[in-house]
Antibody, heavy 118, light 108 residues
């Protein structure tokens, strides 16, 4: 059974940093592109970042470019999101997600909540 | 960036009724890489449809997707009580990937 478990969220002041983690199990982690998607309270889904299976290609949403860094450690089956210079508008539930064989995002974690507030 | 516009914003229907949700893209969606998700409060999104019209594993056949190019539709043929939720379309053919703003299907 595929499982994705996020952690690392919390309350942080504007301008601060957090690192989110997502541990995958039940699949061969190093074979898949991985994604971060976020959802502000009461709002819709927003794609944040993507990393290819070998880490050679990374793409970010414009809203986080230059502030967030996606990375992976295949030895630990773990996806990361380093978030710097956090703003109030980054407050959201952050999901990691994995595509199925059809390329659509089929598997999602339960999310980790990031709150940026003074 | 492909902007996805969903309509209506809210759909008020009774169990047993048919629901028709629309997703319009600002540009053609490459290879019909368009998915639909269902999300209930406190839960992660659940993949319903991929490739515009293929049902994901375990999804009941009352859910169907259609469309191509810039116009896509999710149809729920007869609403069950568990179908009342928010539905999102998502294009994964172009970067950045984008989501629609959602359609809430509520009980009338």
């Amino acid at each position: 059974e595929v499982q994705l478990v996020e952690s690392g969220g919390g309350l942080v002041q504007p301008g601060g940093s957090l690192r989110l983690s997502c541990v995958g199990s039940g699949f061969t982690f190093n074979r898949y592109w991985m994604y971060w998607v976020r959802q502000a309270p009461g709002k819709g889904l927003v794609w944040v970042a993507r990393i290819t299976s070998d880490g050679s290609s990374i793409t970010y949403a414009d809203s986080v470019k230059g502030r967030f860094t996606i990375s992976r450690d295949d030895a630990k089956n773990t996806l990361y999101l380093q978030m710097n210079s956090l703003r109030a508008e980054d407050t959201a539930l952050y999901y990691c997600a994995k595509p199925g064989s059809n390329w659509a995002l089929e598997y999602w974690g339960q999310g980790t909540l990031v709150t940026v507030s003074s | 960036e492909i902007v996805l516009t969903q309509s209506p914003g809210t759909l008020s229907l009774s169990p047993g009724e048919r629901a028709t949700l629309s997703c319009r893209a600002s540009q053609s969606v490459i290879d019909s890489h368009l998915a639909w998700y269902q999300q209930k409060p406190g839960q992660a999104p659940r993949l319903l449809i991929f490739g515009a019209s293929s049902r994901a594993t375990g999804i009941p056949d009352r859910f169907s997707g259609s469309g191509s190019g810039t116009d896509f539709t999710l149809t729920i043929s007869s609403l069950e009580p568990e179908d009342f939720a928010v539905y999102y379309c998502h294009q994964y053919g172009s970067t950045p990937r984008t989501f629609g703003q959602g359609t809430k299907v509520e009980i009338k």
